[in-house]
């Protein structure tokens, strides 16, 4: 830093350029050259100005370029702030990859924008400011089976409730029991509800394009929205836990496999829209009954576990999905476990044929289609709809929900789809492990609450809900 700035301090005070060298020498800037009045900066070589700029950091970078003509041309070009993103200490994995694709694909809100060539060039030193000063949103990602809540600006949800036990009383009517739920999200906090937006990710549910299904989604909406403004909170933005999947891969199109507490989704969504008219396939078959089946097996074995969270525990540190399920049962994939209290438990076979439920529901004896098969129907019926000019949109599957981090998985389906798939539809599929584990939708909702232009075009606010502004359905 020291020889930097010597450096510097020699070439401003001793150097005497002519105006064309320092053109020349300012020649990767993207600021215009002007003819007059050069300061004593412009005679410092651009790379030079540029390697301070990443020294000093972004708050000093900012205040260099009101100094003169050379340092707002330096501080100003997309590099620096491209060097800063990918510096920043965060604790977020690829935040630079996703602090682009979200300023690119999600700014404006819904509908999203939609590029035929190039995408625009934005201004990252303008977007950093702004979101430096975005107010942040609660998340709240109400799964089915577990709840996920936490505030936007932190690294990862603080906190987590079983869903199904706490909320599941579906007697009571719908308003009470939201209001229930979210009562207690925000008590377990310790946020007063007046202080934040919230950006809610709701459980795609009444899956059919139907009259009826629309309504109950709509009514499902007015509630939520309801109750959280009888509450105070500001503003509301809620989207389906599968978009929002979608956009945390950085991706607005393509189709979501959300592996969920009871039922699997494969969600076809195209411009983060979910496209119900070529239909949301749903398989009888979740998390809850992986756990079952492998505390079934376990039984055969007389290992007993008193309780199903650590049959649970068992699944998430030692099952997988094999490639070639024939070929795993005649290896050796013994494995130990020590469960807390309980000691160690040793399992073999169950390891991999918990997951392969996913692909044989039969196995478990439940009368369902396979995971590749509900996937391979999807994208025939996207293939057939012909909604774009090619197949590209539906080529990337992204796997959602924490039984989607079983290792093994991705790979398998990718390599059933291409058995079962005719090759002009199979070329190109990719299938995604889940980004973020179970708690994918959870930071695909901290993309939008950290966007630059949060929470204007995403959130509604009570006096547009209260005048009946029309409630955009983005799930
Ligand atoms: N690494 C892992 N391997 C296997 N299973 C896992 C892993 N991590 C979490 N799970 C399982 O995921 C289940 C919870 O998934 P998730 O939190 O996605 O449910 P949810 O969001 O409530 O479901 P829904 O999509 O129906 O709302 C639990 O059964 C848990 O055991």
Same mark, same amino acid.
């Given at each position: 830093m020291t020889t930097l700035i010597r450096?510097? =301090? /020699?070439?401003?005070?001793?150097?005497?350029? @002519?105006s064309s060298e320092s053109t020349s020498s300012s020649s990767s800037s993207s600021c215009p050259s002007e003819t007059a009045g050069f300061g004593a900066f412009d005679r410092v070589p651009t790379d030079l100005l540029? &390697? #301070?700029?990443?020294?000093? *950091?972004p708050k000093e970078a900012v205040k260099l370029s009101v100094v003169c003509r050379a340092w707002r041309c330096v501080v100003s /070009?997309? /590099?620096? =702030? #491209? !060097? !800063?993103l990918k510096n920043q200490k965060q604790e977020e994995e690829n935040y630079w990859e996703s602090f682009a694709f979200s300023e690119t694909h999600l700014r404006f809100g819904y509908p999203l924008q939609t590029f035929s060539g190039e995408s625009p060039q934005l201004s990252y030193m303008g977007i950093y400011g702004q979101r430096v000063q975005v107010p942040g949103s609660v998340i709240i990602d109400g799964g089915s089976g577990y709840c996920k809540f936490g505030w936007s600006k932190y690294a990862c949800p603080s906190g987590r409730s079983a869903t199904f036990l706490e909320f599941g009383n579906v007697e009571s009517p719908l308003y009470s029991r939201l209001r229930h739920f979210f009562v207690t999200i925000y008590s377990r906090m &310790?946020?007063?509800p007046s202080s934040q937006p919230v950006v809610l990710s709701i459980p795609i549910c009444?899956?059919?394009d139907t009259e009826s299904a629309k309504a109950s989604r709509r009514q499902l909406k007015e509630a939520i929205y309801k109750v959280l403004f009888d509450m105070n909170v500001p503003a509301v933005c809620a989207i389906n836990q599968a978009t929002l999947a979608l956009y945390a891969a950085r991706r607005t199109s393509g189709i979501v496999v959300n592996i969920g507490f009871q039922v699997t989704s494969i969600v076809p969504i195209l411009n983060g829209k979910v496209i119900r008219k070529v239909g949301v396939e749903v398989m009888g078959l979740g998390a809850l009954k992986l756990t079952g089946f492998l505390r079934e097996l376990l039984q055969r074995n007389n290992i007993n576990f008193d309780s199903l969270y650590t049959v649970r525990t068992v699944k998430e540190k030692l099952c997988y999905v094999a490639e070639d399920y024939e070929a795993e049962l005649s290896k050796n994939t013994q494995a130990s476990f020590g469960a807390g209290g309980q000691g160690w438990f040793t399992i073999s076979k169950e390891r991999f044929q918990t997951g392969e439920i996913l692909f044989q529901p039969k196995l478990a004896g439940v009368r369902t289609m396979g995971l590749h098969q509900a996937v391979a129907l999807c994208m025939e019926h996207c293939h057939s709809a012909e909604l774009t000019g090619d197949d590209a949109w539906f080529k990337t599957v992204v796997l959602s929900g924490g039984t989607a981090c079983l290792p093994g998985l991705a790979g398998r389906l990718e390599k059933e789809l291409h058995g079962l798939l005719p090759p002009s539809? @199979?070329? *190109?599929?990719?299938v995604v492990p889940p980004p973020y584990g179970a708690d994918s939708a959870w930071f695909g909702a901290k993309m939008i609450s950290n966007l630059s232009t949060f929470p204007g075009p995403w959130c509604m606010t009570k006096k547009q809900f209260r005048q009946k502004s029309k409630i955009k359905l983005m799930w």
């Open positions: 450096r510097v =301090w /020699e070439l401003v005070s001793n150097r005497t350029v @002519s540029m &390697q #301070i700029a990443r020294l000093v *950091g /070009e997309n /590099e620096l =702030w #491209i !060097f !800063f &310790q946020v007063k009444h899956y059919d539809v @199979s070329n *190109g599929i990719k």
